[in-house]
């Protein structure tokens, strides 16, 4: 696995900043992740999704996500408020639009963490985001941290992993992957990424996968 990506090719962006989606299936570790790489950059906004899943134990509202009702949701998408949307685990979960135009518009670097749908949704509104997947060791792997961590049903874990089973299969649309066996390697190679994006004089070179 290299430390360091050369993920920078091609002509300078036409604004600093940047949009990265992140992706991965449940359980690999995104959250954590994502949490350490805004612990080590400046100017780095991690978007908050509305969603109808209800709260797990310790979550905010407003913090993890906004947690809205189905008619809430329905609002949502009839204002046209939300920048992407999909059904995940048989719950809704969108991006609200206004916050992510706002922050790309100033030049602000905005970590979306969605799914494969929302992601591609991203893409085809915003062709210079930069889409990561990140993959576990190896599939058995991910089924012990998602029993590990306790947050689902047995029923939720299987629907979990049938969805993780469809989502692995379409980690090479994305522009990086990133493997996540040692959690201090994929940080910084997260970090790499969102930095060499967002780098002047870096636009990406989205033609090929970049495996780490
Ligand atoms: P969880 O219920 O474990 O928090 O998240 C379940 C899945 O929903 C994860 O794959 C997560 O990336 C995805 N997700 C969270 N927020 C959004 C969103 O705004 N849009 C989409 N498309 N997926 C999301």
């Known amino acids: 696995m290299s430390a360091t ?6 002509a300078a962006p036409a604004h600093a900043g940047g949009l990265f989606v992140i992706s991965g299936p449940s359980g690999v570790g995104k959250g954590t992740l994502v949490a350490r790489v805004l612990d080590r950059l400046d100017d780095v906004w991690l978007s908050v999704s ?11 509202d407003g913090v993890s996500y906004r947690f ?14 939300l920048l992407e949307w999909a059904w995940v685990h048989g ?19 905005v970590i979306l963490e969605i799914d494969p749908q929302g992601a591609f949704q991203v893409r085809e509104r915003y062709p210079q985001a930069v889409l990561v997947f ?3 060791p190896t599939f058995s792997d991910l089924e012990k941290r998602l029993r590990t961590r306790g947050t689902e049903s047995d029923e939720q874990i299987a629907r979990r992993l049938q969805t993780a089973q469809v989502e692995l299969s379409e980690a090479n649309e994305y522009d990086v992957v990133i493997r996540n066996d040692d ?9 790499d990424v969102i930095e060499s994006y967002s780098s002047p004089g870096c636009s990406g070179n989205r033609s090929s996968s970049h495996h780490l």
């Open 5 to 10: 990506p050369d993920v920078c090719a091609g």
């Open 50 to 60: 509305a969603t109808t899943r209800p709260p797990r134990q310790g979550e905010t």
């Open 68 to 81: 809205v009702s189905d008619e809430q949701f329905d609002h949502l998408v009839a204002d046209d408020g």
């Open 91 to 109: 719950q809704r979960y969108g991006t609200p639009r206004a916050a992510i135009d706002d922050r790309v518009a100033a030049g602000i670097r």
């Open 134 to 136: 990140i993959v576990p």
């Open 183 to 191: 959690l201090e390697q994929a940080t910084a190679d997260l970090v």
